[in-house]
């Protein structure tokens, strides 16, 4: 089989990266040239584990390629996929499918032959058919069912851990409109058959739907036990205790149960909003995750607050020492982050700020400016008056906790993501504050 793929953002890429390795050949075009341009000579725009041995591997079998040229990447195709960026619309956060308009007018002008037009893009109820009308506003010579038809495919990839979601995805989703689309993805996903993978076929808007339902379904899950942390706090309960015993619970679950700093990245800040905004438009209005999205933009800005009081409750004139600002490891997405809400507040509160993050200082050097960048976690944390964990890393789970209370002016860690063992943290000599865990007096 052959496909195309519009877009070489993160969805795009992985998508196309994994399908070339189910033996698909797979054409992914982009319009930023530049980006193209170091597709072709290896170099990955994204980090993301494993993607640039599966890239490298796919393009030498010959599976794989890179081009700026729809036409060229759509001869031959049994589908074309729409993978380009749905991000909030300024002013009223609904998201913004000019993109994905963009390519539909594009597909449309290049179709010669029967293809599956395919929304991967997280996109709002009613898109695909949007999508349609386009190609059919564009090519009205086309009868209907006979040179395309649309599908949607929502993605369901954890950055840091896409290639094995896709992989070995819990489900997949297809929503079509004609059997004969259904069975062209029901093709492209044949190797999952062998793991059993369930596949859901469905109509174009329960797929749409099915994407934000999910999204926002976990964000409110984050939301929920982070306000359980809180209440933690305040009765002296340990909120991980009560994370295992209701995730124990089969009708629960375990996962996304752990307390933080708030929720970020590409997907729940921008789908939770999108999602309300449709509700609200079409009358039926979700009072949950509206809640749900109060409450996580206020508790970004607490947990300043909390570094803040963990200090003193003043940091002017003195110097924090941040490590990880990535919204989660093993990426270096800064979309909706923390760290862009808790650093500049700490700052305004004249702070100076030293941080260190194994894969997202370029990016976020762009967007955080006035901090000052160091080469590792323990060049954060010279002549620092605390350290903030903001991001759990793996190389942080494990410092050297004698050579940090050494280079601190004061042995104080708040620690965000809860990495450590407060009682462990009490016997090392650390003032240690954490996130809905009883605190415990330094041990001595």
Same mark, same amino acid.
């Given at each position: 089989?052959?496909?195309?793929?519009?877009?070489?953002?993160?969805?795009?890429?992985?998508?196309?990266?994994?399908?070339?390795?189910?033996?698909?050949?797979?054409?992914?075009?982009?319009?930023?040239?530049?980006?193209?341009?170091?597709?072709?000579?290896?170099?990955?725009?994204?980090?993301?584990?494993?993607?640039?041995?599966?890239?490298?591997? =796919?393009?030498?079998?010959?599976?794989?390629?890179?081009?700026?040229?729809?036409?060229?990447?759509?001869?031959?195709?049994?589908?074309?996929?729409?993978?380009?960026?749905?991000?909030?619309?300024?002013?009223?956060?609904?998201?913004?499918?000019?993109?994905?308009?963009?390519?539909?007018?594009?597909?449309?002008?290049?179709?010669?032959?029967?293809?599956?037009?395919?929304?991967?893009?997280?996109?709002?109820?009613?898109?695909?058919?949007?999508?349609?009308?386009?190609?059919?506003?564009?090519?009205?010579?086309?009868?209907?069912?006979?040179?395309?038809?649309?599908?949607?495919?929502?993605?369901?990839?954890?950055?840091?851990?896409?290639?094995?979601?896709?992989?070995?995805?819990?489900?997949?989703?297809?929503?079509?409109?004609?059997?004969?689309?259904?069975?062209?993805?029901?093709?492209?996903?044949?190797?999952?058959?062998?793991?059993?993978?369930?596949?859901?076929?469905?109509?174009?808007?329960?797929?749409?739907?099915?994407?934000?339902?999910?999204?926002?379904?976990?964000?409110?899950?984050?939301?929920?036990?982070?306000?359980?942390?809180?209440?933690?706090?305040?009765?002296?309960?340990?909120?991980?205790?009560?994370?295992?015993?209701?995730?124990?619970?089969?009708?629960?679950?375990?996962?996304?149960?752990?307390?933080?700093?708030?929720?970020?990245?590409?997907?729940?800040?921008?789908?939770?909003?999108?999602?309300?905004?449709?509700?609200?438009?079409?009358?039926?209005?979700?009072?949950?995750?509206?809640?749900?999205?109060?409450?996580?933009?206020?508790?970004?800005?607490?947990?300043?607050?909390?570094?803040?009081?963990?200090?003193?409750?003043?940091?002017?004139?003195?110097?924090?020492?941040?490590?990880?600002?990535?919204?989660?490891?093993?990426?270096?997405?800064?979309?909706?982050?923390?760290?862009?809400?808790?650093?500049?507040?700490?700052?305004?509160?004249?702070?100076?700020?030293?941080?260190?993050?194994?894969?997202?200082?370029?990016?976020?050097?762009?967007?955080?400016?006035?901090?000052?960048?160091?080469?590792?976690?323990?060049?954060?944390?010279?002549?620092?008056?605390?350290?903030?964990?903001?991001?759990?890393? =793996?190389?942080?789970?494990?410092?050297?906790?004698?050579?940090?209370?050494?280079?601190?002016?004061?042995?104080?860690?708040?620690?965000?993501?809860?990495?450590?063992?407060?009682?462990?943290?009490?016997?090392?000599?650390?003032?240690?504050?954490?996130?809905?865990?009883?605190?415990?007096?330094?041990?001595?």
């Amino acid at each position: 089989m052959r496909i195309a793929m519009i877009g070489t953002g993160y969805v795009g890429l992985v998508s196309g990266a994994c399908f070339s390795e189910f033996g698909v050949h797979v054409c992914c075009v982009d319009k930023d040239a530049g980006k193209i341009e170091r597709l072709k000579r290896g170099e990955i725009p994204i980090y993301e584990p494993g993607l640039d041995d599966l890239v490298a591997r =796919n393009v030498a079998a010959g599976r794989l390629s890179f081009t700026m040229d729809l036409k060229e990447a759509m001869q031959g195709v049994d589908a074309v996929f729409i993978a380009v960026g749905t991000p909030s619309r300024r002013g009223d956060g609904h998201a913004d499918l000019s993109y994905v308009y963009g390519a539909a007018e594009e597909i449309a002008a290049n179709l010669d032959h029967y293809t599956v037009v395919v929304t991967k893009s997280t996109v709002p109820v009613g898109t695909g058919r949007e999508v349609e009308a386009i190609i059919r506003r564009v090519r009205p010579d086309f009868a209907p069912g006979a040179d395309f038809d649309v599908a949607s495919n929502p993605e369901f990839l954890r950055e840091g851990s896409a290639i094995g979601d896709f992989m070995r995805p819990d489900r997949v989703v297809i929503g079509a409109t004609s059997e004969r689309a259904g069975e062209v993805m029901r093709r492209l996903y044949r190797p999952l058959y062998l793991i059993e993978t369930p596949i859901v076929v469905t109509s174009l808007e329960t797929a749409e739907l099915t994407k934000y339902a999910a999204n926002t379904f976990l964000a409110a899950k984050i939301t929920f036990i982070n306000e359980i942390a809180d209440l933690c706090e305040k009765v002296g309960a340990d909120v991980h205790d009560v994370a295992r015993g209701i995730g124990l619970d089969g009708r629960i679950g375990k996962k996304f149960l752990h307390p933080g700093p708030g929720y970020g990245g590409s997907c729940f800040p921008k789908d939770t909003l999108a999602l309300v905004r449709t509700a609200q438009q079409v009358g039926s209005p979700l009072r949950i995750i509206e809640t749900v999205v109060d409450i996580n933009a206020k508790r970004k800005k607490q947990m300043a607050e909390r570094i803040i009081a963990a200090c003193g409750g003043v940091v002017d004139g003195k110097t924090i020492g941040v490590l990880g600002v990535t919204f989660k490891p093993n990426t270096d997405d800064m979309r909706d982050a923390p760290s862009l809400d808790i650093i500049p507040a700490l700052q305004a509160a004249g702070a100076h700020v030293r941080a260190f993050d194994p894969a997202g200082m370029e990016e976020a050097g762009k967007l955080l400016p006035g901090v000052e960048w160091t080469k590792d976690a323990y060049a954060a944390l010279d002549g620092a008056d605390c350290v903030a964990i903001l991001t759990e890393w =793996n190389e942080f789970r494990a410092l050297d906790l004698k050579r940090v209370k050494k280079l601190l002016k004061r042995p104080v860690m708040i620690d965000l993501r809860n990495i450590y063992n407060p009682g462990d943290m009490a016997k090392a000599g650390f003032s240690y504050s954490s996130i809905g865990r009883p605190s415990q007096p330094i041990a001595g």
